[in-house]
């Protein structure tokens, strides 16, 4: 017997007027499973967490929790709760209220509410004094943990998330991050998080999926779209990686830079293989001319960006294809500017990803 | 959701729709109706004649529209030049005293125009409040302005004083600092900035309020009553009294059929134009 | 801030101050005439008495007058509060078909010349064979009012992020709390100025009272009728006191609308 998917969206179409936000979409979701969806905006991640929460209806398809289909259901009768972008905290109401509302709404003794609330309150690591505060007089972190609070009060099956770091400040952002992943693990809640943000992604998920225009790209665990993206398009949105233009000839990769120097016998790609080759800039290293490397190529450096811990070095190859190289900064190359290198790289660090990707539907 | 939405929307919306359906739509459905009435019919069972237009060319009527409109017109113009430098030092220069000016302009708004109209005719009547203290200190008198046609423009200038200014401030504000200062910069004179920046880009003020004050001073019967004297007679004048001493309703009621016409393609085409949401500031 | 010169600030500052002398002069004027002991007034003002506005507190005729007034601007504050409430949720809340058309079929009335408004809503209650009364007054005092109380609402309705009603929604609230616990509290600032605006709108109307309240005078159509018909000194001691009875009951809703913000 196959054990029922915890989430299954099946063919989900979502269309406003002429314009197709979401265009047959399928996803499971695993009972507590920690997913992100990522994409940039109009991807569609925004409309299929509403859906999914019920505050807009889909078009055509099903969402079934459990089993049961849920996609019929009003929002306020479906065990979801989602996490807003503004956090939509009441400004009329103090903190506890707040987080009392949904226990109100269920009915809830004042005497246990106030309990849950408070044990809410140190779970979230907030002083119990905030019980009485009102939410202006808070920050912008506390904010948000006033928001987990209320939707952990609710006891949903599911928690979702509507990008709610992405007005904090980076430091800010970075410690709720971990926090957040913190809290997944100790409530075993099912959490789906949307974010345009791929390295926010990758600090707290499970699993991500990767949108575009209303379809799934990839989705995977953070290992496997970090080095093995299956488009274009995933792979620009890790940031910097080289994409080198190549094609299958006898069998081996041609590179679209000629003056690529395959040193080891090359790359082997299946017959008729088109695309792109993509190489991550901290895999690329100088060498010698020739040697160490099972690829390289000559060049020179057209400019140099101190990372902190790292730096990064802006390359034009002799046939003008830039590249960008990333190194530790002890590596630091002596010379400065215009100064002629020879990058190599490895086999294994090569990713090759073929055009007109498939689409995914995990 | 969309379709409880749509069904919330329209069930909220119907209360007011019905009162404006009810007391506004109909009540200028029986307007119109009554402007094609023979004359002095008080039934709208009467077969159309269309005879109240023949009375308006024959006897005059339309040059007191014509005067309602050119009044209308020059109140607005003057308005505009009156209120341009205090909107632009509410929007960019006054800070508190912005405060102070907006509630002391809306705080005239709630005494009844009336009553102010009314200390307007104490104040620059002969042996007025003006007139009056001016002779007791210096020996000097004026005739009165009262009871000639400028003193309504003036009327009507102060009492739709409000709806010029609070529009042009609001189409000031949004006139970027950075865009007046660049082209300052750029070696722009004064005058230039004004025409070239500022007007431009705070049209959607301009518009509202002048659209505000035309409308509104076209429609004014107060001032020229209670100012004019009734030397001056304004269309709304005529409607009344075709409405009450002469008690021709189908006379009355093409005057305000004109008015209304006027007055709604004013209206309406900007107003179809414009998209309220964002000018109120929608967030989603 | 700094790119207007030195002289230009104190020259706008001084217009200003200007600007506001002339807004008030003729309250000076009512408010000189309305003690002046002169049955013809004349300037300067020599004599002074309080007769007119002890005449005026003390007269059946102003109580019966003040009555009216009262009556139709309470009625018409409270229906215009809630039409504007509801009125304001289709205009900026709800997403609905007609919603284009129903915002500019809101902004007319408040286009629309009182003048004529009044007397086309004085043939159509004739038509309808309904009595003028200060009944059809409230009336049409609403058709004015209830719009700009919608848009008054309707401000504070744009101001709020949709996500609180959704996040309500979504944690089990039905349409009808969601009203009650969320969209009314919120919007109550608005309501409550809303109400305020309408009160004194009302009280200070004449334009449609003078045609649509029949044989009910309203304070300030009363007053039309005797400036019309020539001077009498109870004219501005009436005016002083209706002003006064405004300015009241406008500090008290400022003190409403502040004691309210400070809890929330």
């Known amino acids: ?362 | 959701m969309q379709r409880l939405e749509s069904r919330l929307g329209f069930l909220s919306g119907l209360p007011i729709l019905i009162l404006l359906l009810l007391a506004f739509i109909m009540p200028l459905f029986v307007v119109a109706g009554f402007a094609i009435m023979p004359q002095k019919v008080f039934e709208l069972t009467h077969l159309p004649d269309f005879s109240s237009f023949a009375v308006i060319w024959e006897q005059g009527y339309y040059r007191s529209l014509l005067r309602s409109l050119g009044l209308a017109f020059l109140t607005t113009v003057i308005l505009f030049i009156v209120c341009w430098p205090l909107a632009y030092g509410m929007a960019k220069v006054f800070g508190r005293f912005t405060i102070v000016i907006t509630l002391a302009v809306v705080l005239i708004l709630f005494v009844s125009e009336n009553i102010r109209l009314f200390g307007w005719s104490l104040s620059l009547m002969k042996g007025g409040l003006i007139e009056g203290y001016l002779r007791s200190w210096t020996g000097l008198s004026f005739e009165t302005p009262l009871y000639d046609w400028p003193v309504i423009v003036f009327g009507m200038a102060y009492v739709y004083f409000p709806f010029m200014l609070f529009p042009l401030a609001q189409g000031i504000s949004l006139v970027p600092d950075d865009a007046r200062l660049a082209a300052s910069d750029l070696g722009a004179s004064p005058a230039r900035i004004l025409f070239e920046i500022e007007m431009p880009l705070a049209a959607p003020g301009i518009m509202v309020g002048s659209l505000l004050t035309f409308v509104l001073s076209a429609g004014a019967v107060a001032e020229a009553k209670l100012l004019g004297g009734r030397s001056v007679v304004v269309l709304t004048d005529d409607v009344e009294s075709a409405f009450t001493f002469a008690q021709n309703w189908p006379l009355g009621s093409a005057l305000s059929l004109m008015l209304i016409g006027i007055v709604a393609l004013l209206v309406l085409v900007p107003v179809s134009r414009v998209n309220l949401d964002a000018i109120m500031g929608r967030k989603r | 801030m700094r790119s207007v010169s030195n002289t230009t600030r104190i020259a706008l500052y001084l217009y200003g101050l200007l600007i506001l002398l002339v807004l008030y002069l003729p309250l000076v004027s009512v408010g000189f005439a309305s003690v002046s002991k002169a049955r013809y007034l004349s300037f300067p003002v020599n004599r002074y008495t309080s007769e007119w506005m002890v005449q005026a507190v003390t007269s059946p005729n102003v109580h019966a007058l003040v009555l009216t007034s009262l009556k139709i601007a309470v009625l018409v504050t409270l229906l215009s509060m809630l039409l504007g409430f509801f009125g304001a949720l289709a205009f900026a809340r709800f997403q609905w078909k007609y919603r284009p058309l129903f915002q500019k079929l809101i902004l007319l009335p408040i286009f629309f010349p009182q003048t004529v408004l009044g007397l086309a809503l004085l043939i159509w209650f004739s038509a309808l064979g309904v009595q003028p009364s200060w009944k059809t007054a409230v009336i049409a005092h609403l058709v004015w009012i209830a719009p700009i109380t919608t848009l008054i609402i309707a401000i504070r309705a744009y101001g709020f992020d949709p996500a609180l009603e959704e996040a309500a929604r979504d944690m089990g609230a039905s349409t009808l709390t969601i009203l009650r616990e969320v969209t009314l509290p919120l919007l109550m600032p608005g309501v409550i100025s809303a109400g305020l605006f309408a009160f004194l709108l009302s009280w200070g109307n004449f334009p449609l009272s003078l045609f649509t309240s029949g044989l009910d005078s309203t304070l300030p159509k009363w007053l039309y009728a005797r400036m019309v018909s020539g001077y009498t000194p109870q004219i501005p001691a009436l005016g002083v006191l209706s002003v006064a009875g405004s300015a009241a009951l406008m500090l008290i809703g400022i003190g409403l609308v502040r004691w309210m913000r400070r809890r929330a």
């Not at chain 1, 920690?34 to 019920?54: A, D, E, N």
């Not at chain 1, 140190?122 to 002083?127: K, V």
């Not at chain 1, 926090?179 to 974010?195: M, P, Q, W």
């Open chain 1, 1 to 362: 017997m196959v054990a029922q998917p915890f989430v299954r969206i099946e063919n989900v179409t979502k269309r406003f007027g002429r314009f197709t936000a979401l265009d047959r979409i399928s996803l499971d979701i695993a009972e507590g499973e920690f997913l992100t969806i990522v994409g940039p905006s109009g991807s569609g991640k925004s409309t299929l967490i509403r859906l999914l929460v019920g505050i807009d209806d889909v078009t055509e398809g099903t969402i079934r929790l459990n089993g049961t289909r849920i996609d019929t259901m009003p929002a306020n009768k479906r065990p979801t709760c989602m996490v807003f972008q503004s956090l939509a905290l009441f400004p009329h109401m103090s903190v506890g209220r707040n987080i009392e509302f949904p226990q109100k709404l269920k009915k809830i003794a004042p005497a246990a509410r106030k309990a849950r609330a408070l044990e809410l309150l140190r779970l979230l690591r907030l002083p119990e004094d905030y019980y009485g505060k009102m939410i202006g007089q808070l920050s912008g972190g506390e904010r948000q943990r006033v928001a987990l609070a209320r939707a952990l009060a609710f006891d949903p099956q599911i928690i979702v998330f509507d990008e709610p770091l992405s007005a904090l400040d980076y430091r800010l952002r970075k410690t709720l991050e971990k926090e957040l992943k913190d809290l997944h693990a100790r409530t075993g809640k099912t959490f789906v998080y949307i974010t345009h943000s791929l390295e926010e992604a990758m600090v707290m998920s499970d699993r991500i999926a990767i949108m575009k225009r209303g379809r799934f790209e990839q989705i995977d665990v953070a290992e496997a779209i970090y080095s093995r993206p299956v488009s274009r398009f995933v792979a620009s949105f890790m940031g910097e990686v080289n994409l080198f233009e190549a094609a299958e000839e006898q069998g081996k990769a041609r590179w679209g830079d000629a003056g690529i120097r395959a040193l080891s016998g090359g790359l082997a790609l299946p017959a008729g293989w088109r695309g792109a080759l993509m190489v991550r800039p901290e895999l690329l290293r100088f060498v010698a001319e020739g040697q160490g490397a099972d690829f390289t190529v000559q060049g020179r450096v057209v400019a140099e960006y101190a990372l902190g811990s790292r730096i990064q070095y802006a390359i034009d190859t002799l046939a003008g294809t830039r590249i960008t190289v990333e190194r530790p900064f002890e590596q630091r190359l002596a010379a400065g500017s215009d100064a002629p290198v020879t990058l190599g790289w490895d086999r294994d660090a090569v990713h090759p990803i073929a055009e007109e990707p498939r689409h995914a539907t995990a």
